[in-house]
Nanobody, 119 residues
Framework: QVQLVESGGGLVQPGGSLTLSCAAS????????MGWYRQAPGKERELVATITGAGVTNYGDSPKGRFTVSADNAKNTVWLQMNSLKPEDTAVYYCNAFKILSQLRYDYWGQGTQVTVSS
Protein backbone atom coordinates (compact mmCIF):
# COMPACT_ATOMS: atom_id res chain seq x y z
CA GLN A 1 0.00 0.00 0.00
CA VAL A 2 1.43 3.35 -1.05
CA GLN A 3 1.40 6.07 1.58
CA LEU A 4 2.33 9.70 1.08
CA VAL A 5 2.88 11.72 4.25
CA GLU A 6 3.04 15.49 3.93
CA SER A 7 4.31 18.11 6.32
CA GLY A 8 5.24 21.78 6.37
CA GLY A 9 2.06 23.72 5.71
CA GLY A 10 0.98 26.73 7.74
CA LEU A 11 0.38 30.46 7.81
CA VAL A 12 2.88 32.79 6.14
CA GLN A 13 2.87 36.47 5.28
CA PRO A 14 2.89 37.67 1.67
CA GLY A 15 6.41 37.63 0.29
CA GLY A 16 7.42 34.90 2.71
CA SER A 17 8.67 31.39 2.12
CA LEU A 18 7.55 27.93 3.09
CA THR A 19 8.81 24.41 2.43
CA LEU A 20 6.58 21.37 2.10
CA SER A 21 7.83 17.81 2.27
CA CYS A 22 6.29 14.52 1.22
CA ALA A 23 7.64 11.14 2.26
CA ALA A 24 6.60 8.07 0.29
CA SER A 25 6.40 4.58 1.74
CA UNK A 26 7.99 3.14 -1.41
CA UNK A 27 10.81 4.13 -3.73
CA UNK A 28 10.33 7.21 -5.88
CA UNK A 29 11.42 5.00 -8.78
CA UNK A 30 8.16 3.06 -8.32
CA UNK A 31 6.40 6.02 -9.93
CA UNK A 32 6.57 7.91 -13.18
CA UNK A 33 6.77 11.07 -11.10
CA MET A 34 5.98 12.60 -7.73
CA GLY A 35 5.01 16.12 -6.95
CA TRP A 36 2.42 18.59 -5.78
CA TYR A 37 -1.02 19.78 -6.74
CA ARG A 38 -3.10 22.40 -4.99
CA GLN A 39 -6.76 23.24 -4.64
CA ALA A 40 -8.12 26.59 -3.55
CA PRO A 41 -11.72 26.99 -2.35
CA GLY A 42 -14.13 26.92 -5.26
CA LYS A 43 -11.43 26.04 -7.76
CA GLU A 44 -10.25 22.89 -9.47
CA ARG A 45 -7.16 21.07 -8.36
CA GLU A 46 -4.18 22.28 -10.35
CA LEU A 47 -0.64 21.15 -11.00
CA VAL A 48 2.08 22.85 -9.00
CA ALA A 49 5.17 20.82 -9.84
CA THR A 50 6.37 17.26 -10.41
CA ILE A 51 9.72 15.53 -10.50
CA THR A 52 10.85 12.15 -11.78
CA GLY A 53 13.38 9.82 -10.22
CA ALA A 54 15.83 11.08 -12.83
CA GLY A 55 15.28 14.66 -11.69
CA VAL A 56 13.20 15.90 -14.61
CA THR A 57 10.84 18.61 -13.39
CA ASN A 58 7.56 19.99 -14.65
CA TYR A 59 5.86 23.12 -13.31
CA GLY A 60 2.36 24.50 -13.54
CA ASP A 61 1.86 28.01 -14.85
CA SER A 62 1.04 29.85 -11.64
CA PRO A 63 4.00 28.97 -9.44
CA LYS A 64 6.60 29.00 -12.20
CA GLY A 65 9.72 30.92 -11.20
CA ARG A 66 8.79 31.10 -7.52
CA PHE A 67 8.52 27.44 -6.52
CA THR A 68 11.16 24.72 -6.72
CA VAL A 69 10.53 21.00 -6.51
CA SER A 70 13.33 18.66 -5.48
CA ALA A 71 13.75 15.07 -4.38
CA ASP A 72 15.99 12.83 -2.33
CA ASN A 73 15.66 9.39 -3.87
CA ALA A 74 17.43 7.68 -0.98
CA LYS A 75 14.84 9.09 1.46
CA ASN A 76 11.87 8.67 -0.89
CA THR A 77 11.07 12.31 -0.17
CA VAL A 78 10.02 15.21 -2.34
CA TRP A 79 10.15 18.85 -1.28
CA LEU A 80 8.44 21.99 -2.53
CA GLN A 81 10.28 25.21 -1.76
CA MET A 82 7.88 28.12 -2.11
CA ASN A 83 9.23 31.67 -2.27
CA SER A 84 7.64 35.09 -2.78
CA LEU A 85 4.31 33.69 -1.67
CA LYS A 86 1.14 35.55 -2.65
CA PRO A 87 -2.36 35.45 -1.15
CA GLU A 88 -3.51 33.64 -4.29
CA ASP A 89 -1.17 30.77 -3.36
CA THR A 90 -3.52 29.99 -0.47
CA ALA A 91 -4.78 26.45 -0.97
CA VAL A 92 -4.63 22.89 0.25
CA TYR A 93 -1.48 21.37 -1.19
CA TYR A 94 -1.57 17.68 -2.01
CA CYS A 95 1.36 15.39 -2.55
CA ASN A 96 0.88 13.19 -5.59
CA ALA A 97 2.59 10.18 -7.06
CA PHE A 98 1.51 8.44 -10.23
CA LYS A 99 2.41 5.51 -12.38
CA ILE A 100 1.28 4.60 -15.84
CA LEU A 101 0.62 0.92 -16.51
CA SER A 102 -0.81 -0.34 -19.78
CA GLN A 103 -1.70 3.24 -20.73
CA LEU A 104 -3.72 3.71 -17.55
CA ARG A 105 -2.72 6.31 -14.98
CA TYR A 106 -2.83 5.39 -11.31
CA ASP A 107 -2.69 8.30 -8.85
CA TYR A 108 -1.81 8.24 -5.18
CA TRP A 109 -2.54 11.20 -2.93
CA GLY A 110 -1.46 12.51 0.42
CA GLN A 111 -3.94 13.84 2.94
CA GLY A 112 -3.26 17.47 2.02
CA THR A 113 -1.69 20.30 3.95
CA GLN A 114 -3.11 23.82 4.25
CA VAL A 115 -1.03 26.77 3.12
CA THR A 116 -2.42 30.19 3.98
CA VAL A 117 -0.76 33.37 2.76
CA SER A 118 -2.11 36.35 4.65
CA SER A 119 -0.98 39.38 6.58
Amino acid sequence: QVQLVESGGGLVQPGGSLTLSCAASVSIFSFNAMGWYRQAPGKERELVATITGAGVTNYGDSPKGRFTVSADNAKNTVWLQMNSLKPEDTAVYYCNAFKILSQLRYDYWGQGTQVTVSS
